[in-house]
């Protein structure tokens, strides 16, 4: 089994920043894909950013050229680093990897985090 464990929530005030993490643990054959999602109260959840094997990234258009996803792969970790924040961020946070267990090495997995709530007010 594979869990993703997110941190780094919390409340900030318009245009600073914040970073959230994901670590992912249990029997990792691989991940191919790591990403954030989020969801605002009587909204879609939305892709923020995504990162891949070889390090491509892609972001949602609000967020380009204020998020910056990274991936550390010695610690099977993603981080989200937010500056500029606004109102219009806040959301429920969530991590989300396609993992290759190793059970099951060739049939990769989807998996999400709890989630966590991020919220951006003066």
């Known amino acids: 089994q594979v869990q993703l464990v997110e941190s780094g929530g919390g409340l900030v005030q318009p245009g600073e920043s914040l970073r959230l993490s994901c670590a992912a643990s249990g029997s990792i054959f691989s991940i191919n894909f790591m990403g954030w999602y989020r969801q605002a109260p009587g909204k879609q959840r939305e892709l923020v950013a995504a990162?891949?094997?070889?390090?491509?990234?892609n972001y949602g258009n609000p967020v380009k050229g204020r998020f910056t996803i990274s991936r550390d792969n010695a610690k099977n970790t993603v981080y989200l680093q937010m500056d500029s924040l606004k109102p219009e961020d806040t959301a429920v946070y969530y991590c989300n990897a396609v993992v290759a267990s190793t059970t099951r090495p060739l049939s990769p997995a989807v998996y999400w985090g709890q989630g966590t709530q991020v919220t951006v007010s003066s």
């Open positions: 990162i891949v094997s070889g390090g491509i990234t």
